[in-house]
């Protein structure tokens, strides 16, 4: 297999057709979603696939799919898209990831996350990235500190207006250093 960008265990690439049925599983595991609007339907699955795959063809960057390496085994996605809501703080490049819960506590997230920050500059051509969480996942708040982003606000993404679970976001940034 080929990787766009990779780590000592870590594949990351662009999507496939043998993609659909475990993000499929993912997308309607309540726990995986807890920081979202809420699960996803099969459908809904099969659509942010083909939208994250047309991305790559645009830009060379997506949220990639991850391989475990020495598995084989698709565990999520960690990347960089083109977000273009509207805020103060867009448009930009976001980084986001999601994982299965098998794949929890095992510092994939930062791992993949800092492969795909490293390579921002001098493979994408990026010279800032963002990254966006609700205030409640201080999980993925925590993934953002380790790869050296830095808070620079809060504001209220458009999915969550008017979900009580949530107040708002928290953003990160890096900036590429020359």
């Known amino acids: 297999m080929k990787y766009i960008l990779s780590t ?5 690439r662009n999507w496939k057709s043998s993609d659909e049925p475990p993000f499929i599983e993912m997308g309607k595991d309540a726990e995986v979603m807890k920081h979202f609007p809420g699960v996803l339907s099969d459908s809904d699955s099969i659509e942010l696939i083909k939208r994250l795959s047309h991305h790559y ?23 960089l898209k083109n977000q273009v809501w509207e805020s ?6 976001d980084m986001g990831w999601r ?24 493979k994408f051509g990026l010279k800032e990235v963002l990254a966006f969480a609700t205030n409640t996942n201080l999980a993925s708040q925590r993934v953002m500190q380790k790869i ?9 993404h458009p ?16 900036t590429m250093q020359a």
């Open 57 to 79: 063809e645009q830009y060379s960057y997506t949220y990639f799919a991850v391989d475990e390496l020495e598995t084989g085994e698709f565990i999520g996605f960690t990347g």
């Open 159 to 174: 999915m969550i207006t008017g979900d009580t679970r949530f107040s708002h976001c928290e953003v990160y940034k890096f």
């Open 8 to 12: 000592n265990r870590l594949g990351l």
């Open 148 to 156: 050296g982003m830095n808070h620079i606000g809060k504001v209220q």
């Open 99 to 122: 994982l299965k819960r098998s794949a929890w506590g095992k510092g994939f997230a930062t791992e993949a996350a800092r492969v795909c920050l490293e390579a921002a500059w001098p």
């Open 88 to 93: 103060e703080f867009t448009p930009c490049v």
